[in-house]
């Protein structure tokens, strides 16, 4: 189980999360930005926030 300040990390998981899901058009918890689909800009928004804390 993940430690409670490593749960608030951007992480291979996120980063993951988003790549499977890309291009999914329904709710999905990889649709960072709330726009709907799951796309460039949200894999661009896990990348820039990679390993910092949300």
């Known amino acids: 189980m993940r430690e409670r300040y490593e749960a608030l990390l951007v ?3 996120d ?3 988003v790549l499977f899901a890309f291009g999914q058009s329904n ?3 990889a649709n ?3 726009d709907g689909i799951v ?3 949200d ?3 896990v ?3 990679f390993g910092s804390g949300c």
């Open 11 to 13: 992480d291979y998981a």
């Open 15 to 17: 980063l993951l999360t």
């Open 27 to 29: 709710s999905n918890p």
């Open 32 to 34: 960072v930005n709330g």
């Open 39 to 41: 796309d460039d800009a």
């Open 43 to 45: 894999l661009l928004a």
């Open 47 to 49: 990348l820039l926030n």
